[in-house]
């Protein structure tokens, strides 16, 4: 099997993942290599979610035609909006890039236009650090308006795909500590909630953490947990 | 870029004047930029992606360092970390951080006074200007040289 294979094959699981393992009203603990495969698995999953065929049949009449994507107004388009308004709302919270790296990136690797995603409100991006700081919960206010909103347009749910970097900023015990009591005001499993919540953290943090710590964190094992492999080095840069 | 130092340059250059810099960030790109900008002005610049392997040099020679630039956000040891260790082993180098992210004061609060940071450049920076930040920190080659002859 070549690099390539592999690597495909890895993005596949982490999609599979992701839709099938976990639920909507699930928190679930991601570990990722590094910050290429970070973005690697936001891209997948946003292209697997919100750039739909439909889109880029539309895109490519757009080109052809000249005309806006919101000028167009036949019963076909109509209906086919229909359908993406019940698109996801998927949260980004980066730490280790910006939210304009994000939003490079997803154009760089195939997604056109991103900025319709943000502005029809699929798409939302915000820097970790200032979610979680001064506010601590502030990204859990922020989650659970993404939440109502998503149940008042019809939305699927959401999608929240968070770096917790941020608390593993200023080191020592302390940063620990308020890690664990974070994850532990997450529950594994909220019934009817329409969220799905992915706590990423990048290895050479999360291997920081004691075993106790992760533990803590998983609460018991409670939470599904994804470690998602490093990968061959062909068509991949590690910035380890 | 390696983890390892690139020591293509700075363990050849026998110019006793040059200052000695250390660079530190998760993105190999702009490690290898900034490198490679630093070393144009002659200073000597041992160049990171790995914080942890960075200290390591960085110990090993405290001393010969006179000035080191950080990157804030990384993984497994901050910039803010980093600083703390850096400082803790050679009091009298110079700190640069280094952020992509707008500077906000509730970001620094925890840092202060505790780490005595000498400057902080928001990415991305001009080579230009980034070079005078560091003269402005660790003086210009004349002034270093004649500091030596003192």
Known sequence: ?240 | LKDNKDNNDSSNNDNKSAARLLVVDDDPDIVQILQIGLQRNRFLVDAFTNPEQALQSFKSNASGYSLVILDIRMPELSGIQLARKVKEANPNVKIILMTAFEIRGNEFSKVFPSTAVDGFVQKPIGLSDLNKKVMSLIGYPKERISNDQD
């Open chain 1, 1 to 240: 099997m070549n690099n390539e294979n592999s690597n495909e094959e890895e993005d596949e699981l982490v999609i599979k993942w992701f839709n099938k393992e976990v639920g909507d009203g699930e928190n679930t603990i991601l570990v990722y290599p590094n910050l290429q495969i970070f973005r690697q698995i936001y891209t997948n999953y946003f292209k697997d979610q919100l750039v739909i065929e439909g889109d880029k049949e539309e895109e490519q009449e757009e080109n052809s035609e000249g005309e806006k994507y919101n000028k167009k107004n036949d019963d076909s388009k109509y209906n086919n909006k229909q359908s993406k308004s019940k698109r996801r709302i998927i949260l980004v919270a980066p730490f280790y890039e910006t939210t304009v790296s994000v939003k490079h990136h997803l154009q760089a690797f195939g997604v056109e236009n991103t900025q319709r995603f943000v502005d029809d409100g699929s798409l939302v991006l915000v820097d970790a650090y200032q979610s979680f700081f001064p506010d601590i919960n502030g990204l859990k206010k922020l989650i659970d308006s993404l939440s109502e909103r998503a149940r008042k347009e019809g939305r699927a749910g959401v999608t929240a795909i968070v770096d917790m970097g941020p608390f593993f900023m200023f080191g020592g015990d302390g940063s620990a500590k308020q890690l664990i009591n974070y994850e532990a005001s997450l529950a594994p499993k909220t019934q009817d909630g329409n969220v799905k919540g992915i706590s990423c953290y990048h290895r050479r943090n999360y291997d920081t953490l004691t075993k106790a710590d992760k533990e803590e964190i998983s609460q018991g094992k409670r939470k599904k947990l994804f470690e998602v492999k490093e990968r061959n080095s062909s068509n991949t840069r590690s910035s380890a």
